[in-house]
Nanobody, 124 residues
Framework: QVQLVESGGGLVQAGGSLRLSCAAS????????MGWFRQAPGKEREFVAA????????YYADSVKGRFTISRDNAKNTVYLQMNSLNPTDTAVYYC?????????????????WGQGTQVTISS
């Protein structure tokens, strides 16, 4: 059974940093696209970042470009999201997603597997 487990969320002040982790089990995702999405209260789930498995190409939402960095450790079957210069608008539940196949990486519907999410709260 495939599982994605996020960790690393929490409460930080504006300007601070957090590093989210997503550990996958049940199969290897070394060749798969992995992504991060977020959902704030009352809003739709939105794309944050993604990384292609085979060549490591990364994609970012404009709102996080230059502040967030997605990376992966295929030996650990884990993907990370380093978040710097956080601000209150980054407050959301962050979800890890896996295996977009040949779908559009910015679309949630492209991904086959999802984690349960981790809460990130940024105080002003």
């Amino acid at each position: 059974q495939v599982q994605l487990v996020e960790s690393g969320g929490g409460l930080v002040q504006a300007g601070g940093s957090l590093r989210l982790s997503c550990a996958a089990s049940g199969r290897t995702f070394s060749g798969s696209t992995m992504g991060w999405f977020r959902q704030a209260p009352g809003k739709e789930r939105e794309f944050v970042a993604a990384i292609r498995g085979s060549v490591g190409i990364t994609y970012y939402a404009d709102s996080v470009k230059g502040r967030f960095t997605i990376s992966r450790d295929n030996a650990k079957n884990t993907v990370y999201l380093q978040m710097n210069s956080l601000n209150p608008t980054d407050t959301a539940v962050y979800y890890c997603a896996a295996d977009a196949g040949r779908g559009v990486v910015t679309r949630a519907s492209s991904y086959d597997y999802w984690g349960q999410g981790t809460q990130v709260t940024i105080s002003s």
